[in-house]
């Protein structure tokens, strides 16, 4: 953190939502944003998903699991595939190869 005047800068350099800069701003706080290609994004919300991943474990909470399926879901439209494509695959996973609802773990395969 920078201290400027009576000012603390915080620098972040990380990847935010659409309203992040408007809740800023309305607190009434500057902040600085680029606007980044779709190949830069895609590097950063990778980032960003391992961050909320680790917030997630700590934490537990619901709010945490949503940020990590949006990010995903920018993610996968970020490699050509929609929301409801990506819906799509997970109900085929999930045909074919189940969900997690049965609290399975696999412990060892004896291979022949």
Do not use: M, Q
């Given at each position: 953190m920078?201290?400027?005047g009576e000012c603390m800068r915080k620098v972040?350099?990380?990847a935010v939502r659409n309203k992040v800069p408007e809740i800023i701003e309305a607190?009434?706080?500057k902040c600085l944003i680029e606007i980044m290609?779709?190949?830069e994004l895609l590097v950063?919300?990778?980032k960003k998903l391992s961050e909320e991943l680790e917030e997630y474990r700590k934490s537990r909470s619901p709010e945490e699991l949503c940020d990590i399926i949006e990010i995903s879901m920018r993610i996968a439209e970020l490699h050509g595939v929609s929301n409801s494509e990506l819906e799509k695959i997970r109900e085929k996973k999930n045909i074919e190869r189940g969900g997690f609802s049965k609290?399975?773990?696999l412990v060892e395969v004896d291979e022949q």
């Open positions: 920078d201290v400027i972040y350099n990380k607190a009434g706080n290609s779709d190949d950063e919300l990778e609290n399975i773990f």
